[in-house]
Structures are given as C-alpha cells and as structure tokens.
C-alpha cells in the first residue's frame, strides 16, 4: 500500500508543481484568502470529495472515508501569503503587488492537495478517515488554527501531523524534535509620553526618545540578567517611532517588539519584567506610559509517540537522505493549537533552493524553495497516515504471556 501511495504521488508530482505555481502567482494576505479557499474547494469538488467551507473563518476542510473501519487521522496545511513584494526573477513570480508566498504555504497547500486526491484514489483499501484541513491565516495572530478548532475542525480526530519546508535545510533532510520545536510568540507595544519642546531647551522638557532609547537598553537585561541561562527566551524591540522636526525634543515615542518563550512561567516572568523596567525608566524620567503585551501563539510541543511514528515513516521515503533531531526554532506556530487538543506532531521537510548561488530565508523577498520538497512532504505526511492506523491498532492488541 505504502510504495502504491508513493509511486502514485510521483506519478502527480508535475500536477502538484503546477498548483503550486498558480498559488504563487496568486497570494492572498492573512484573513483575505477567500480565492484561495475557493480555489481549494474547488479542487476536492471536482473529485467529488467531501468538503467543507468557512470554517473558523476562511478556512477548508475535506474528508475521505476508507472503505475499513480505523481512526481518524488530520493533515494540516496552511495558505496564507505575506505582504511582501516579490522580487524573485522566476516564471511563477506572484501577481499580486505587495503580497507574495514567502514562507513555503503554497507548497504546503499542493502537497496536501494531491495527497488527498491520490488517498481518494485508494480509498477502498484504506481504513480509517483521513481529515485535510486547509488552514488560513497562520502568518498572523491570532491565526486561524483556533477558530477553525472552535469550528469543529478537529472532532473525532484521534491524531494530527503537520509539516513546514525548510528552505534553508538541505532537501532530503526530515528534521523532528522531542519536546517543543517552536517557540509561543507574543507581542508588546510601549507608548512612552512625555512632555516636548524646543530643542534648545531640553531642560523645559520630558525627553521621550532618550527615556524609550534608555527602554530599549535595558531591556536586553531581561533575558541575559533575569531569566535562567537553560530557559531560552527572546525580547526583542522590532519599532522604535519617535517623529519630529530637527529642532524639536519628541513628547512621545512608541516601541513595538516580540517576545519568544518555551515555558509558560518564563513566559509570565516576561510579560511582567517588561513592565517593571518600563515603570523604572519613566520614574527615573518623569513621563507616563501605556503597556499592551498581546499573547500569540503558544509553544508547538509535538507528542513523542506520533514525533517517533513519523521518523520510522520518513526513513521509508527514498528520497529522504537523512532524519535528524533539530535545536529549538524561535519561530512561532499555531499548528501548537492542535497540539493541545490531539495527539500529534509536527516536522520540517528540507526544501533548499537548487542551482541559485544565494539561499534566502523565509519572508524574504527573494524566498524560493526546491519544489522536490514537496513530494517527500506528501510521501512522509501519507505514509504517517495510513500506517498510524496499523501501528494504533496493533499496539492495542494484547499480548498472550
């Protein structure tokens, strides 16, 4: 059954590599993916599958029955694009002013889209029912994972894996992680305020810009000083806004940053630091302050029955050259809402451009990947499937002593 699948999927790997071509020509931003969607309906319609619409937002779900009774097994992709301007010198280079797919999501929607349509094709030798929820929105929180949760995306589900290409990973290379991969990723805005004037006469003011610069300072201290060496954690200040004329002192300036956390008390530690430090610099400064901390998503934290199902899946591929446990990725996910709700788990597929001297990385408006990636993803994510069946049934099974 297995090799059956894979020899199916390269049989459609040039049909996959067309979708994925189309997507990419035409992104849609965060929340605006409605021809996306329509577009993914479209395609389980047309093979008769069932589908379903809006969900959580503009989120797809299809599903097969097997012809056996068994589980019920979820694949994930998402669909969403960037708003970055394509500068990539390519055929298939997005259409869309502004907005391209710069981090793998119309690969990750191809792939998925023609394993569902090849397990259709097997589906009187398969057991179990297979879910294929189209995802939109991952790119900004609070994303679509959770609504499309809350919209019954994953009812009945016994299991989920999910994948993300890697393009600054070799193709070829299946990198997994035992406890969590990715980090939560949250956000902070600061509005400090103080009071202008002439540039002449700082003494008659309340300097914003030198009490948020001496902010931003201090608050690299919060990690290296305040947080345990074996606890990683990010604080980073991504906007500084203080417009003025040349002449005069800002009475206001805003910051804009993210924090990355693996633990919820480090996360909490966090939230609350910032908020001392910033008390202490206005004191210090006599201006006031606005604090907003807004939590994204949380750490993706794979279960390790399903993470070692998956590797003895993917050594299975031949086109996978190695299997690797990889370092945390600082990166944020909200494949970790699934996580909390069902067994699963979540990869990366390497997916590095070929023949280009320059590799770029994701958001990157130059960001391409070998479209061979997305065949192992297809091959690694049905195999993890259909074989999870077996592997749940069996280990069921009592053993006679």
């Known amino acids: 059954m297995i090799q059956k699948l894979h020899s199916l999927l390269e049989e459609s790997f040039q049909e996959m590599v067309a979708i994925r071509r189309y997507l990419h020509m035409h992104p849609e931003v965060s929340f605006k993916e409605t021809k996306t969607a329509a577009y993914i309906a479209e395609f389980y319609r047309q093979l008769g599958i069932e589908v379903r619409t809006g969900v959580g937002g503009n989120g797809v779900v299809a599903r097969i029955s097997g012809a056996k009774p068994g589980l019920t ?45 090849t397990m259709h094709g097997l589906r009187e030798e398969l057991e179990g029912d297979y879910v294929f929820i189209h995802q939109h929105a991952e790119e900004y929180a609070p994303g679509g994972a959770k609504p499309m949760i809350e919209d019954g995306c994953l009812d009945g589900v016994d299991a989920i894996f999910g994948t993300h290409l ?17 980090a939560a990723a949250d956000r902070f805005q600061i509005l400090i305020q103080g009071r202008g004037g002439h540039g002449a006469q700082p003494h008659k003011t309340k300097d914003a810009i030198v009490a948020a610069s001496q902010l931003v300072l201090e608050l690299q201290q919060v990690v290296s000083r305040r947080v345990s060496p074996v606890d990683p954690a990010v604080v980073t200040v991504a906007s500084f806004v203080a417009e003025n004329a040349f002449n005069i002192i800002a009475d206001k300036a805003k910051l804009i940053g993210t924090v990355r956390t693996f633990k919820e008390d480090v996360r ?8 001392k430090v910033i008390k202490g610099i206005c004191l210090s400064s006599d201006c006031s302050y606005e604090y907003t901390y807004t939590r994204g998503y949380p750490a993706v934290v794979p279960h390790d ?5 998956v590797i003895e899946c993917a050594s299975t591929v031949s086109e ?8 945390p990725d600082m990166g ?6 699934y996580l ?23 958001h990157h408006p130059k960001f391409d990947f070998d479209e061979k990636a997305m065949l192992i993803a297809a091959k690694t994510l049905g195999t993890a499937a259909i074989t999870y069946q077996t592997k749940q049934t069996d280990s069921k099974v009592p053993v006679n002593k």
């Open 73 to 117: 097994v979820a694949l994930r992709a998402d669909f969403d694009a960037l708003p970055i301007q394509d500068e990539k010198d390519v055929p298939y280079k997005s259409t869309v002013p502004g907005v391209m797919h710069a981090c793998g999501h119309d690969g990750h929607t191809s792939a998925l889209l023609i394993l569902a349509k």
């Open 166 to 182: 890697w393009a600054t990973v070799p193709t070829g290379q299946i990198m997994y992680r035992f406890g969590p991969i990715m």
């Open 268 to 275: 909490d530690f966090i939230e609350s630091e910032i908020e």
């Open 305 to 309: 029955e399903e993470t070692k199902h």
């Open 320 to 327: 996978v050259t190695s299997i690797e446990e990889m370092d």
């Open 332 to 337: 944020g996910e909200d494949f970790a809402y």
């Open 340 to 362: 909390q709700n069902v067994k699963g788990t979540f990869f990366f597929t390497g997916a590095k451009a070929q023949g280009v001297e320059v590799i770029y990385p994701h």
